[in-house]
């Protein structure tokens, strides 16, 4: 980590810096409106098209260049018909033949033109937004991240993106070149023939109608079977996900008559979708081609009585037909833009998530790692009624450089949540939390994340090299101190993977098990040298050697830092110096792990495990103090214990001379 | 996101086989089951072919209407051109519009034939198709259900997941978009082509020239797009794999200080996708504008040869006018062809896959005459097996154990040890290499799945809940279970207490995956579940490892009553666990070192047993 002192924030018109700060987000975005119309989050997105104005602008004069040859070609036609050929003018046709080649060429090149530089410009829009929404999502807060699923994220940053960008790239360009073209083509075929041209602008009502009608029943049914299909493999998913337990209970043909009515369903829909696109397509091809008749039946009896010439009547059916695609597109051209105005919504969203947590003054790292809890309250700012209780209340510890507490409570009861406060991956809500005398909210994150390295429950693992994985938290590890922590956390077997450190794990690489993966997560957080080591139950799932190893080397590790470490077992807690009990997200009871199992009975019931479940094969020696624990057999006397094997005995007897056991901030 | 691994020299010169194995390529390598050989693409088309045999004679119709079809749109022009050519004069030189009428009159008759047709036909495709899909859906359900453990281990449940959704869609983009507009494409090329021809010989033959062109074009757009095709998608996995990453770890990242290298990852992955994009949209800008070149240089043809043709006297205005209404219908289907490749080309790429998925075999197969069980006490006996998931590489040696029914015996032994594989031979996720499995003297292998899993059950610590209530996951376990029975059930392993706290008791949605439940609860859910089926032998898969102490201690109570009256194996890291066993089988590398009650072997003063007791002991410390 390199300690230099990062910006507190970027202006927005500075280059980016080269050091990619990576705790700032600054997406070039317009400020939402006062009052929003439906709009208003795509026109924010704007000034992304900045860097590409100039192509942008190239290529929209592109296409209406080659719109213009597009019209002219049938007109040409005319020109061909109604002079050289009707005069005999050989001369003429040639001219007039060069200059249909001329237009039809530039045509097919402007063309040309305008997809090659959209290409460019759109893509590198669509590019970098994703960046700074990316940007934006790592450094949104835990509380941010808790109501979102990745899988909802993830349809923001991909399908959303290019929503947005198909419309950039031609949903809006076509948009503006069909109505022109519609405008444009019927102003000339009113004035080519007015009364062929009436018929054609009346044959539009029917068309539009039909596409417009069509548009919204077929997007009706599409968002019935998109949500049908996400019930479908969300049965799929869990079909798989629980295969084994499918397996084990025989349940295949449960599991399948689910499947084939939810299938079901998603036929039933696809066929009404079927049946309605089988009539749109006919529809318009049927209605040009009524139109078609009549326009002939018409013309040439105009043709006839020479009130039009025939080079007209041939212009006439050919623009008459080339009107179709244009008018049939816009149905789908309007839905995509009301797609991508949702789209832009949804991904401004995410760039106006509230981001409470943010970098403070102050980037020196603190020298000694005294670590202080005051009137600490957390609720989880969450819109879920039910949740918004306090998750800790009025949590005071005060920790000695150097010092180790155990945090133990039943599950619930806030231990995750405190551990999670201490880097910053939730702000308190109330009280505060001090690194050697300054809140923490005044230091900037990395200085505060380089201070606190975390090994939590959950093993996160990302696929990258085992090394990379490890030195996480310090990058410029030496191979010897990776290898020690690798030895404090007994994850030697990273050794005899196939490519030792360099091995790709975690998600696309190779998988390891549960305890490997603890391992790795805290070998890495042993190796980033942290002032303040949190430790969020990181041993539940190793075996007991393990874990015995692993715990005896913590403790040298342990010496030198200020360390909090969450327990469920009597072996993890005697890691600490002191042990704080959590019940109902208050600290109730401070004290060492003797004192504790002496004098309080909900730390005894947590901790002293398995008592009743004593094999029965000695036998249990009267009890002679009085215990309030019901419902569980006696503890019995170290001293007057025998039998060598006895758990409890055993349990008492290693019990260490408690150090440092001052009655801490107990409540 | 590929340059994160070289960092050494060692790693960079790897050969691209270990890059694959390290996963750098995983998700090109990822495909595993399709080697894009010959026998893949017969498979598909197999697949393919008897999705469809269903249909043949529907298909055989439908051939038959589209070619009306397509007859009755290309007679359009023609029609026109005896409007113009046979309907004017008359009415010119003798106010006779009786020619031009029958001429509308046939065309009206024309268009309603193209009407019915096109409808008929659009419908009843969409229809097989439909119906096809949906044949495709619950093959490829059903066979992944069917297909054995090892399977699944390996091919993981994401691609499980992305076969059945993101394939099977593929193949539907294709039956609903591509099949129809490539039918017509071909039928209108040959249709006019010949048409072409035949309205004026020198005139069609012209245009025809140009068909060699605009073959020539296609075949090298297909190409091109192919290659870029397969980049696309893999330069958009890497995007995603990464965006999934770093939200899910998202934990890891921000306490980490990760976020820096993850943008500088993310953006040359974002780069990389914008890049090959664009190298697709660019071939699609060169295509289709020279597909354009090409037609209106052959309209420019036309006008200016069929022109000359007309002032010569040697051709007419109408079939001039056709010709050009003709060269129009030519051309435009080409453009529908470059989205047909790429739906056509997931299309083949994906039945290939399912292909290959539906074309493996079980490894577990059900005899083809079933042994009837009836009542089974649930002795078990392993007859010296043998067992190895890599040849060479022995699990199990050659395992006899005989457990007599009723009796609960824990499995000991460090990671490596055949416990799990031992559990698994048991349920039958697995068959032996040699020897036998039996359950009250039947080999394993003569029982069919149903009755061996009314009889055998295992329960793994993923505990896995499905959507639905709480009551709802405890039926899976007996789904013609009544209310009464789950009742009791779940009061038998004491989860009734925290159901009857949760809001709606036994009718609370468990939420996504059991999130709302906490791991020890999910655990009794499971429990219950099992209870409830009721099965004469019950395996647990380390049921216990991950819970804190006072869950461990409701399960552990819940254990006792779940066990009585059945045979059971129990797998645990937590000695714990063993204690409520009968009898203790230390194992080490698949053989059994020391076989005893847990009080004999902690007796026992060097043994493994009481080592790994003596150990535990102090851990509890």
């Known amino acids: 980590m390199t300690r230099q002192p990062i910006p507190v924030s970027r202006p927005t018109d500075a280059p980016r810096p080269a050091v990619p700060a990576g705790l700032v987000s600054a997406p070039a975005l317009r400020p939402p409106r006062d009052r929003p119309r439906r709009m208003t989050n795509l026109l924010r997105l704007l000034p992304y098209l900045k860097p590409y104005r100039v192509r942008w602008t190239a290529m929209l004069v592109a296409a209406f260049a080659s719109l213009g040859a597009t019209i002219a070609i049938p007109l040409m036609t005319k020109a061909v018909i109604d002079g050289p050929v009707r005069h005999h003018d050989e001369h003429g046709l040639w001219l007039l033949g060069t200059a249909a080649l001329g237009v039809g060429m530039s045509e097919a090149i402007l063309w040309f033109i305008r997809r090659w530089l959209v290409s460019r410009a759109t893509m590198g829009v669509e590019r970098d937004i994703r960046e700074d929404l990316y940007a934006r999502l790592q450094v949104l807060p835990m509380s941010f991240h808790n109501q979102w699923q990745s899988g909802q994220l993830l349809s923001r940053i991909m399908n959303d993106l290019s929503t947005v960008r198909r419309f950039l790239s031609f949903g809006i360009v076509f948009l503006a070149l069909n109505i022109v073209q519609i405008v444009v083509v019927s102003g000339i075929l009113l004035r080519l023939y007015w009364p062929l041209g009436v018929v054609v602008l009346i044959s539009i009502v029917p068309i539009a109608a039909t596409v417009l009608h069509n548009q919204r029943q077929y997007t009706k049914f599409s968002r019935m079977a998109q949500d049908q299909a996400g019930v479908v493999a969300t049965g799929v998913e869990e079909s798989a996900l629980g295969l084994r337990v499918i397996k084990s209970f025989g349940r295949e043909d449960y599991v399948y008559d689910r499947f084939d009515t939810q299938v079901t369903e998603l036929f039933d829909i696809q066929l009404r979708k079927v049946r309605l696109q089988a009539r749109f397509w006919t529809l318009l091809e049927v209605i040009p081609n009524l139109t078609l008749i009549v326009v002939l039946g018409l013309g040439a009896a105009a043709t006839g009585d020479g009130r039009i010439t025939l080079g007209t009547l041939v212009a006439f059916i050919t623009m008459m037909l080339s009107l179709v695609w244009p008018i049939a597109s816009l149905g789908f051209l309007l839905s995509l833009t009301q797609e991508c105005m949702t789209a832009a919504d949804r991904v401004t969203e995410i760039f106006d998530a509230p981001q409470p947590i943010a970098d403070g003054p102050v980037n020196a790292v603190s020298p000694a790692g005294r670590l202080r809890l005051r009137d600490v309250g957390f609720r989880f700012p969450s819109d879920d009624e039910r949740d918004s209780g306090w998750a800790l209340r009025h949590v005071d510890?005060?920790?000695a450089p150097g010092e180790t507490v155990a945090l133990v409570g039943a599950t619930g009861s806030g231990k995750s949540v405190l551990t999670s406060l201490i880097p910053r991956l939730y702000d308190v809500s109330e009280g505060s939390i001090e690194i050697d005398g300054t809140d923490i909210r005044e230091l900037t994150l990395p200085a505060l994340r380089s201070t606190v390295a975390t090994a939590f429950e959950d093993p996160t693992l990302f696929s990258l090299s085992v090394r990379e994985n490890l030195t996480l938290g310090r990058p410029d590890a030496t191979e010897a101190q990776i290898t020690e922590a690798i030895d404090v956390a007994q994850a030697q077997f990273v050794h005899e993977l196939p490519f030792g450190l360099d091995t790709r794990i975690g998600e696309q690489g190779m998988s390891l098990s549960g305890g490997q993966r603890q391992r790795l997560s805290l070998a890495r957080a042993v190796l980033a040298t942290p002032k303040v080591l949190v430790l969020d139950d990181t041993l539940s799932a190793l075996d007991v050697h393990t874990e015995a190893l692993v715990e005896h080397a913590l403790r040298n590790v342990l010496q030198d830092v200020t360390g909090i470490v969450v327990a469920h077992r009597a072996s993890t807690v005697l890691l600490a110096d002191r042990v704080a009990l959590i019940e109902k997200g208050t600290i109730t009871h401070v004290g060492t792990h003797a004192q504790l199992l002496a004098t309080v009975p909900s730390y005894r019931y947590l901790l002293a495990a398995d008592d009743e479940l004593d094999d029965g094969a000695e036998p249990d020696p009267e009890w002679s103090d009085d215990d309030r624990r019901t419902g569980l057999r006696e503890q019995h006397d170290v001293d007057e214990c025998t039998d060598d094997t006895c758990r409890e005995c055993a349990t008492l007897r290693s019990r260490p001379t408690p150090y440092g056991a001052t009655e801490g901030a107990g409540r | 996101m590929t340059t994160t691994d070289t960092k050494t020299p060692a790693a960079e010169q790897d050969s691209d086989a270990s890059l694959r194995w390290r996963g750098l390529m995983a998700d090109s390598s990822g495909e595993d089951l399709v080697d894009h050989g010959s026998a893949t693409r017969r498979n598909a088309r197999e697949l393919l072919g008897s999705l469809l045999a269903p249909y043949t004679k529907l298909i055989a119709a439908l051939a038959v209407i589209v070619v009306i079809e397509n007859a009755a749109r290309?007679?359009?022009?023609?029609?026109?051109?005896?409007?113009?050519?046979?309907?004017?004069?008359?009415?010119?030189?003798h106010h006779d519009a009786h020619d031009l009428l029958v001429i509308v009159a046939v065309l009206v008759g024309v268009v309603a034939v193209q009407a019915a047709s096109r409808v008929t036909f659009l419908r009843q495709s969409g229809r097989i198709g439909e119906l096809a899909l949906l044949d495709l859906r619950r093959r490829v359900f059903r066979h992944f259900q069917?297909?054995?453990?090892?399977?699944?281990?390996?091919?993981?449940?994401?691609?499980?997941?992305?076969r059945s959704t993101n394939d099977v869609e593929a193949i539907q983009d294709m039956l609903e978009n591509g099949f129809d507009s490539l039918l017509t494409a071909v039928l209108t090329l040959i249709g006019t082509a010949v048409l072409l021809v035949v309205l004026n010989v020198e005139l069609g033959l012209i245009c025809l020239i140009s068909f060699p062109v605009l073959v020539a074009l296609a075949w090298w757009f297909r190409n091109a797009s192919r290659r870029t095709y397969r980049e696309v998608r893999e330069s958009a996995a890497l995007v995603i794999v990464q965006f999934v990453e770093t939200m899910t770890g998202i934990k890891a990242v921000q306490a980490y200080r990760r976020e820096p290298r993850n943008q500088e990852i993310f953006e040359e992955v974002a780069d990389r996708y914008r890049a090959i994009n664009e190298k697709t949209f660019r071939l699609v800008a060169i295509f289709m504008p020279s597909v354009d070149l090409v037609g209106n240089i052959m309209t420019t043809v036309v006008l200016v040869y069929g022109g000359w043709r007309v002032l010569e006297g040697h051709m007419t205005v109408g079939v001039l006018t056709a010709f050009l209404l003709y060269l129009r219908m030519f051309f435009e289907p080409m453009q529908d062809i470059t989205q047909f490749f790429n739906t056509f080309q997931s299309a083949?790429?994906?039945?290939?896959?399912?292909?290959?998925?539906?074309?493996?075999?079980?490894?577990?197969?059900?005899?083809?005459?079933?042994?009837?069980?009836?009542?089974?006490?649930?002795?078990?006996?392993?007859?010296?097996?043998?067992?190895?998931?890599?040849?060479?590489?022995?699990?199990?040696?050659?395992?006899?154990l005989h457990i007599p029914a009723g009796q609960t015996v824990a499995l000991v032994g460090t990671t490596g040890a055949g416990k799990t594989t031992i559990a698994k031979l048991m349920a039958r996720f697995y068959d032996p290499v040699s020897g036998a499995v039996r359950l009250d003297g039947t080999d394993l292998r003569d029982v069919d799945q149903p009755q061996l899993r009314r009889h055998v059950v295992m329960v793994t610590q993923e505990n896995f809940m499905f959507e639905g209530t709480v009551a709802d996951n405890i039926r899976f376990g007996k789904p013609e279970a009544t209310d009464a029975e789950i009742r009791a059930a779940a009061e038998a392993v004491g989860a009734d207490q925290f159901i009857g706290e949760l809001p709606n008791g036994y009718d609370t949605d468990v939420a996504k995956r059991g999130g709302r439940l906490s791991a020890g609860q999910r655990q009794l859910v499971a429990f219950a579940r099992a209870f409830l089926a009721d099965p004469a032998v019950l395996i647990l898969d380390e049921a216990t490892s991950s819970l804190d102490i006072p869950s461990e201690r409701l399960v552990q109570r819940a254990l006792e009553t779940v066990l009585a009256d059945r045979t059971a194996l129990i797998i645990a890291h937590r000695l714990s666990t063993v204690e409520v066993a009968d009898r203790v089988l230390v194992l080490e590398h698949g053989r059994v070192l020391e076989d005893g009650s847990p009080a004999d072997l902690i007796g026992s003063a060097d043994g493994r047993y009481a080592a790994l007791h003596r150990a535990w002991v102090e851990s509890l410390a």
Do not use: C, M
Request: glycine share 8%; hydrophobic share 40%.
């Open chain 1, 397 to 399: 510890l005060e920790l």
């Open chain 2, 74 to 93: 290309l007679s359009v022009p023609i029609l026109v051109q005896f409007g113009i050519d046979h309907g004017i004069p008359p009415i010119t030189h």
């Open chain 2, 146 to 162: 069917k297909l054995d453990v090892t399977f699944h281990d390996k091919f993981t449940s994401g691609r499980v997941v992305s």
């Open chain 2, 348 to 400: 083949s790429s994906a039945l290939e896959k399912l292909a290959a998925v539906l074309a493996t075999q079980p490894g577990i197969a059900d005899p083809e005459q079933p042994v009837q069980l009836g009542t089974v006490q649930g002795a078990v006996e392993f007859d010296n097996v043998q067992f190895s998931y890599v040849e060479g590489r022995p699990v199990l040696p050659g395992l006899d």
